[in-house]
């Protein structure tokens, strides 16, 4: 697995962005996905994950209704949409692989982490 995140950048508040996460790795439909971020100052949180087919997802709590997450295993991509981006949105976001029978929520479930991508909502 070697990953990848993308799509971040400045948006308004209530704007709205897609972020996506590339695999080079031979093995991306091996395994559960995610999306983590981290604001400055604070630790790194979950976000939204999806199951190897891509028909189960989990949100955290400040995400539900506003962010969607998808996966098309053909192109080795995941994806975040996010709408109605607040403030407090911004943070370098992170997608990473699950491994094992962990949680789809928890951190310690997730390895390896590719390099984030800076999203920034300004109000």
């Known amino acids: 697995v070697q990953l990848q995140a993308s799509g971040g950048g400045l948006v308004q508040d209530g704007g709205s962005l897609e972020l996506v996460c590339t695999d080079s790795?031979?093995?991306?439909?091996?395994?559960?996905m995610g999306w983590f971020r981290q604001a400055a100052g604070k630790g790194r949180e979950f976000v939204a994950s999806i199951n190897r087919s891509g028909r189960g997802t989990y949100y955290a709590d400040f995400a539900k209704g506003r962010f969607t997450i998808s996966r098309d295993n053909a192109q080795n991509t995941m994806y975040l949409r996010m709408n109605t981006l607040r403030s407090e949105d911004t943070a370098v976001y992170y997608c990473?692989?699950?491994?094992?029978?962990?949680?789809?929520?928890?951190?310690?479930?997730?390895?390896?982490w590719g390099q984030g991508t800076l999203v920034t909502v300004s109000s």
């Open positions: 990473a692989a699950k491994y094992g029978h962990g949680s789809y929520t928890e951190l310690v479930s997730f390895k390896p």
């Open positions: 790795g031979p093995t991306f439909s091996d395994n559960g």
